[in-house]
């Protein structure tokens, strides 16, 4: 039985030779894990859009650079995780910073009913409940923070999707943590 590994393999191995229906059958199958990882880092659908098309394109130009020894899912998570990686760097110097904020209260911080909690815009809410905390950390942080928590990775497969050591992995989690607390603290949220 073919597993979805050998499937990207021979898809990519297609798309290398210049075959364009194999590398879109590639977006196809992946594009909703990659549309997933993305909305962690921005939830704006038309943003959204834009990183995935912009992972795929980066996918395509370093087609030549994944090598079979892992999957090629990962490689390709990586990737989106770059891509939103750059975009939270670029949403960092826009002119809404954290001292502009203090003392205005945390943004979206009404409570709502407990039948609205499933609603999509609540779950928007959060996202950018989330987004406004990590946009203060610096980028490697932010990273580590959605791997871990936002995607529930490992620190294990954190260490090997960033190609950090694990120990390394350790103590910027550790760090990375100890920052957003005090964020949290200073907006008054618990846990």
Same mark, same amino acid.
């Given at each position: 039985?073919?597993?979805?590994? #050998?499937? *990207?393999?021979?898809?990519? #191995? /297609?798309?290398?030779?210049? #075959? ?6 590639? @977006? ?7 549309? /997933? ?14 990183? @995935? ?24 998570? +990586? ?6 990686? *750059? ?13 502009? +904020?203090? !003392?205005? !209260?945390?943004?979206?911080? $009404?409570? %709502? ?5 499933? *609603? ?9 409940? @989330?987004?406004?905390? %990590? ?6 942080? $932010? ?14 497969? @954190? ?21 957003? +607390? ?10």
């Amino acid at each position: 039985m073919e597993t979805e590994t #050998d499937k *990207d393999r021979k898809l990519v #191995d /297609r798309a290398r030779e210049g #075959d364009l229906r194999a590398f879109d059958q590639i @977006v196809t199958r992946h594009q909703g894990m990659i549309s /997933r990882c993305l909305f962690r880092f921005c939830p704006h659908q038309a943003d959204l859009e834009d990183l @995935v098309q912009d992972t795929f394109i980066k996918a395509y130009r370093k087609l030549h650079l994944w090598k079979p020894t892992a999957p090629f899912e990962n490689w390709l998570r +990586r990737i989106a995780y770059n891509t939103g990686h *750059d975009y939270f760097r670029r949403c960092k110097r826009t002119p809404v910073t954290l001292a502009s +904020r203090a !003392g205005k !209260g945390f943004p979206y911080e $009404r409570e %709502l009913p407990e039948e609205k909690q499933h *609603d999509h815009r609540y779950q928007y809410q959060i996202t950018e409940q @989330v987004q406004f905390l %990590l946009s203060h950390l610096p980028a490697d942080d $932010r990273h580590l923070l959605t791997l871990q928590y936002l995607e529930e990775r490992s620190l294990a497969e @954190v260490a090997e999707i960033t190609g950090w050591s694990l120990s390394k992995t350790k103590v910027k989690s550790f760090r990375a943590k100890k920052k957003l +607390r005090k964020y949290l603290t200073r907006y008054e949220i618990s846990g």
